[in-house]
């Protein structure tokens, strides 16, 4: 992987930062955050603004140009990634090291007095516009909203915003209608007195309508907003999907319904004003609620009185704690996916001593079998197929230029996962083909040991899910290692395959507590730069504990494992497992035996099946 | 314990908060916080207006009192206190709890339209002021200064402010004599680029001059602030202390100095015009530093944009990293700590079966022996001694109403600790003087594994501490237990035992990186209200650790005990012990017997050393 050569790319645009045809008065510094209008994690190719300017595509990562200088802050995840795609033009800022200094820190250590820092205001989240805006005018600086996007004036070949067709989703796979979603989300915005409701977030327009769409790669969600009044719907959505007889009839827009229920659809464009106007009709104690990571564009449509702020919305908070036909479909999912790894493991097992099998190969064979199950849609992210040294790079994804062959003598690193029309999943599993080394052993087995004290834990009721990060990492911070990224994040139904309120991260304080019915993963790692990755990786469901006792009646929770594929006994140190842990890994690979078994067997995948019995033998622990 | 009866002094309360002489305005509520101008955790007796109003006396909470109502919000150390000190008159909101609103919450639900809520603004910090005057504003009230307290006003026989002599620390108890101190902290500002530092915490005056008091009980602090410029020094301080000649030859008032470190004395009450003129006599860009924790009414003398505010200031970050002096001090007093309490513990096991023992009895005992030790001061705190019940009540001081006679048949639960001029202790053991039950030993083993998590814990290097508080927890949570407290605090080095900016607490997000030199104390628990409490309590200092690998040269820590008093091993079920942990237990008690024991015998206490010789028998686990 070469990086990208930017001089050119960069003249330009520090041209456009000076040029009044798009800046009112020069900017002195231009921030290019990695999202789009919806503040997504994963973004459409026309929203690739970071990547075009820099080359580092990572999915997390801003970038800050000035007159002389070029920065990126991206996090543990992406250092080596970075760092190979981005020329010298560029200083990577390695956020969470300690001699790191934060965005604002930066700017006022190298901008001239008095400097103006441009930012698109669609793209920048109103929370961090405050922060920044405040640090920089502290400093005698000011933040000002560039209405072009700078990027947008020098990307020549800057691909259309996709509006590709709608699936509807019926009742068995939500288990709530979306006029039932609505009446939750009223009673949700009277409780706190807002009669206005922004949904500006792609997947929670998808979730409170009940529909998908792949305007974006690996995320089933459509370009669209939505404001919930008490009696009014209006959907911001472009193109003719809305033309579409299904998505017409599962909206009812043909029907006589009660007006509160009416979808008025309105051009995807049009958000803005329309909040403008929403915004200067308000009476007073009339209030607008928004997420506080809402862009500020569309924050500041709604004057400070009457905005009502929240880390996480209400949708997103329902969102999060899947009902029974979600879990249930999750758990479906879940086991396809099983099969289709089970296959796949057997496959490489044959194939890669032959030499023939490359990681691009890999993970196009873990696709194929996938495709192959019931209602499969599409992979929830660019699969992380990697083999020795690749595997230190946290989010790699195989290139041409970077694609090594797997082979007897590495370790294997496959984190991959599906949509499927009823659940998403993402597995993370280390492999072995050889003979693995006494020390690679040894850290899988830590990492194994970290895997187990989250998905065994028991907490009460109402725990942060950051407060069980260190259990993750007790094992490995015995040894002196450790791992540079959270261990586990909210996934969604048959949506994002991140996302919040909750999740298991050292980084986060202001997490939901988790309750029964959310999902997360578990996904501690280790990595050696240079030489290898190792993580194991499930997606569990909280359920609740039984406990001998009952503190305060509140209750406690656990973990059951929803991904049920053989974690590696070849790879296991047995000796470094207590009795505990080792019947854990045999109760583990018991269920995996039990209900992936069956599935195989019903596919009629009889080597597959062989492979996993076998996988599944119990270790024995030698005392 | 029986309240205090309010009903005439809230109604006092309320006319004043409508008398024109004392408010522009009438307010519709006012706040009494818990802390002094200084915001203080322990304070003097003419500060404590919140328990003068209410009865609640324990070390936190805030009463709010508007015309209708009177509500007090405290932590869960305090729901049954707080619950008998106070009448019907008030109504206690259990932080913490889920449904416990805030204090701004309440009152936006309780004021009528357009309220206006007043304070003292030197007692309420401004960070708490922001906070709470913007939910207050975006609800259309407001949060409004007044300038004369409004208890001071209604409280007749309020105590005069006190004015003790001061004690200087030579070198050999500081390590660091004032005047590097201040070159230190002019190097910080610089560093910052800030022209001006304000010392707003009491502790960090004592420290930055090495000077001690005891103007406050238990905190050997007194009541002064301090500017430091970078070529001034101003102390504000009252009373003829300065006249001590030992004082002025350590500040070496009468000598001839470079003026950057000649100390400028001026009158307690002058801080506030001062910096007002310091404020307003301030060039572009000479910043002024303050805690974001400094009283609003300190904050506002400089104005908005001269103000560099941080949580901790960097006096109290070096003041936690105690220097070889200062921990060779506190490993000193934590030796005659434990000579003192094995004292009490031997005398305790021969005369509570007497039944003439009772909390109070064993609480002055336990001051008794503490006294006969080199440099003993006075007690860091108010000892907690209580039994049976008593011991739920998590910050529970005997009085005579409450004052139960120590047996056979209940746990007594001490906290207790001391200030000796070479250091701080802080230590609670619960014992048993009869036979303990099953489930008392299962809670205590759950307890102490939970402190063995802890104390054993090794973790990289720019850890934060409250990433480890779920180790003290996860025992306990297994079998569906908690307590509802943080783990640990920093202590001070014969300063104050409660100290920032480190420490394990799931309620914090903010606190610094742990690093070698910090103290805290591990002190996990479980109270079964109406029952009994169990606390184990250990000071522990943070120190380096030897690791198998070093995970990108990070290096790791753990933690060494400093205290060394015996943990009483009948309440130990040995059974629910790992290896680990019975290794742990014996390793501990052999440096009980080794340090403590030679103390003991170079003191001649003989029966107390037999006593302990027997506590510390190894304990032997059976497989």
Redesign the interface.
Known sequence: MSPKITTELLKQLRQVMKNPRYVQEPVQAYIVPSGDAHQSEYIAPCDCRRAFISGFDGSAGTAIVTEQHAAMWTDGRYFLQAAHQMDSNWTLMKMGL?DTPTQEDWLVSVLPEGSKVGVDPFIIPADQWKRMSKALR?AGHDLVPVKENLIDTIWTDCPQRPCKPLITLDLSYTGVSWRDKIVALRSKMAERKVMWFVVTALDEVAWLFNLRGSDVEYNPVFFAYAVIGMNTIRLFIDGDRMMDPAVREHLQLDSTLEPEFKIQVMPYGSILSELQAVGAGLSPKEKVWLSDKASYALTEAIPK?YRYLTPYTPICIAKAVKNAAETEGMRRAHIKDAVALCELFNWLEKEVPKGTVTEIVAADKAEEFRSQQKDFVELSFATISSTGPNGAIIHYKPVPETNRTLSVNEIYLLDSGAQYKDGTTDVTRTMHFGTPSAYEKECFTYVLKGHIAVSA????N?T?GH?????A??A???????YLHGTGHGVGSFLNVHEGPCGIS?KT?ADEPLEAGMIVSDEPGYYEDGSFGIRIENVVLVIP?E??????N?G?LTFEPLTLVPIQTKMIDVNLL?EKECNWVNEYHRRCREVVGAELERQGRHEALRWLLRETEPLARVQ
């Not at 834990?457 to 009460?460: D, E, L, N, T, Y």
């Not at 407060?467 to 259990?471: G, H, I, K, N, Q």
């Not at 490995?476 to 450790?482: K, N, S």
């Open positions: 300690k502290s009185a834990a028991i907490f009460p109402g942060k407060l069980l990060d260190s259990f990492r007790s490995l911070w015995d040894c002196g290692l450790d050292y304080f504990a406990t001998k006792y009952n503190f305060k509140r406690s207590t």
